[in-house]
């Protein structure tokens, strides 16, 4: 892997933002000048597109924009759904992405939602439906909302107090078409990036067996652990850091 000072583009999840990385970023830009960039993806509540028009296009689209602004290859650390995100953008401008991080991240197959893998192991892992019973839905089956109580209990249980509470509160509606995503991806363009997938074995949303089933799925990242809930970034940022860091930089932690 070359390029290390690429610039970073870090992808939030479901329900984010990038306020999700401020935690991050801070450690980020005390430890190196490797430009980073923290996007808002469309439907997110900042860009004024109503949250039922999010898709994975547009979310794609977006980031290819901030590439483009950038004009020169990135690194991409993905969150969560922000992984399928991440793996779609490396499909589509295979190029000019030189290496995808997932941090407790959706690293499917193609053509492959997270329902569906849920699906096939519910049975053996009932706790792997994550945050969905909690969900509410004030347009019904378009879009929906995570209550603060259920933000805390299942994203930031590890979390200091203050901070959980303060990022429960900035969750926002999520639309269907940018939380159920599938991605089409070949072996010629995603399957060429180097990638690194960072699991987090406290995790109550994507709980642990199911990172690692869709490590087994999607082959070949090199994993790392860390002891922390769904949001390594928010709970421990400079035990992110360290994982993080070194890969945008084309090392080995």
């Known amino acids: ?40 993806l469309p439907g997110n509540g900042v860009d004024g597109l109503p949250a039922r028009d999010a898709s994975l296009e547009r979310y794609v689209a977006h980031v290819g924009d901030v590439m483009d602004r950038l004009g020169r290859p990135v690194s991409l ?27 407790a991240g959706m690293m499917l197959p193609s053509g492959v939602g997270f329902g569906q893998v849920v699906a096939r192991m519910v049975t053996d ?17 378009v879009v929906s909302v995570v209550p603060p109580e259920a933000a805390v209990a299942i994203f930031l249980h590890d979390c200091p107090p203050d901070v959980a509470i303060a990022a429960s ?51 070949g990242a090199r994993v790392v652990s860390m ?12 035990g992110t850091l360290a994982h993080i860091l070194p890969f945008a930089q084309g090392r080995t932690a």
Do not use: C, K
């Open 1 to 40: 892997m070359s390029g290390g000072d690429d610039p970073v583009i870090l992808i939030h999840g479901a329900w984010q933002g990038a306020w999700a990385w401020a935690r991050f970023v801070d450690a980020w830009r005390r430890h190196t000048a490797i430009p980073v960039h923290a996007v808002d």
């Open 77 to 103: 650390v993905a969150h969560s759904g922000g992984g399928v995100v991440a793996s779609a953008v490396a499909e589509r401008w295979p190029g000019r992405v030189r290496r995808i991080a997932y941090l």
């Open 125 to 141: 892992h009932p706790d792997a439906t994550g945050i969905n019973p909690w969900l509410r839905w004030p347009e019904p089956g």
């Open 169 to 219: 509160r900035r969750l926002t509606p999520q639309g269907l078409g940018g939380l159920d995503l599938r991605a089409r991806l070949t072996a010629e363009r995603f399957g060429r990036i180097p990638r690194l997938y960072v699991e987090a074995t406290g995790d109550r949303s994507v709980i642990l067996p199911v990172q690692r089933r869709m490590q087994a799925l999607v082959p």
């Open 227 to 238: 002891h922390t809930g769904h949001a390594p970034q928010v709970a421990d940022p400079m």
